[in-house]
């Protein structure tokens, strides 16, 4: 995927530059130790034509939470990164895009604190995330980071290692993306999306503590409050889970994308069916402001 071009801009350290001219530091902190944060955010070409990022304060609400959680400094006002961000997509005529703000550290061999942060916000155009096709998903063997070790709800570039081992020996093995239980064997989340299930007419999700807690899964959920299907936060085991109607991924860059099976078992309710289906279309409704009913497929 090209990320970028000769034209590229970015938005730096309060400045809007051409990528292929941007600098960074060697002696990060970041680059070594993987102290960093960041968002996952998406814009949408809206019904009405117009380019709306979905959920832009929640997004960087998170980011300065993470921040904080981390101990880096954070002095950036939400309203003005959104309005940089709108800035950025307009620069690269971008409307359909993932956006990515990271907020990175100064050069510092050490482990001690740092008195400033950077700010980088980049864009590019991205469409389907995980594709169309039902999701083949391996249990891992890598589980979540013990939120004993991590401060495992901020959105901290080094759990990122963690994610890609797990994507990357699902992928090895056949699979299309990987399920990692937490540190006591419940189900927690996918390397970058959290988990519903169907069962009998309701949807469970893993309850929060060990897992990032999703804009989207917040989402969704708000979308079941609307279409009044119930849903239940709990814990559960993948044992549990391959006994559940269907299954489904949420997450800003996963949108909302259905599973055909989980190791060995494929899940009996036809997609098209499913709570889920019903969830996927509400979601690119909402993210669209497409009048309900109105985007079928
Ligand atoms: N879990 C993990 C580990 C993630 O990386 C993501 C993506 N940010 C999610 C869940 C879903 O979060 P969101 O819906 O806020 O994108």
Redesign the pocket.
């Known amino acids: 995927m090209a990320y970028y071009h000769n034209n590229t801009i970015i938005y730096l350290n309060g400045a809007f530059v051409k990528a292929a001219e941007a600098t960074t530091d060697f002696y990060s902190q970041s680059l070594h130790y993987g102290y960093a944060v960041f968002e ?1 955010i998406r814009s949408y070409q809206t019904a009405s034509g117009e380019t709306k990022i979905f959920k832009a304060t929640e ?1 960087y609400d ?1 980011l300065r939470n993470s921040a904080t959680a981390l101990n880096m400094p954070y002095n950036w006002d939400t309203d003005e990164l959104i309005e940089a961000t709108y800035e950025v997509l307009s620069r690269n005529n971008l409307r359909n895009a993932y956006i990515r703000p990271v907020v990175y550290a100064p050069a510092n061999m050490s482990f001690n604190p740092n008195t400033e942060s950077y700010l980088l916000i980049a864009a590019w155009e991205m469409g389907l995330f995980l594709g169309e096709k039902l999701l083949r998903v391996m249990t891992s063997s890598f589980q979540r980071p013990n939120p004993k070790g991590f401060r495992i709800e901020a ?1 901290a570039s080094g ?2 290692v963690n ?1 890609i081992l797990a994507s990357q020996e699902a992928k090895a093995k056949g699979f299309d993306e990987a399920l990692l239980t937490d540190m006591n064997g419940y189900v927690a ?6 988990v519903f299930y169907e069962k009998n007419g309701k949807l469970y999700t893993p309850a929060t503590g060990n ?2 807690p ?4 917040a989402t969704v959920i708000e979308i079941c409050t609307e279409l009044n299907i119930p849903v239940e936060e709990r814990l559960f085991t993948t044992d549990e889970l391959k006994q559940a109607d269907a299954v489904f991924f ?5 949108e909302v994308i259905g599973w055909q099976s989980l190791d060995d078992t494929v899940f009996p309710a036809k997609w098209e069916n499913t709570l889920g289906r019903r969830i996927q279309l509400a979601y690119k409704n909402r993210v669209t402001e497409a009048v309900k009913g109105e985007l079928i497929d």
């Open positions: 996952g997004h998170r959105k759990h990122y994610s989340e996918g390397p970058g999306a959290n897992i990032l999703g804009i989207t899964r949420c997450g800003t860059a996963a």
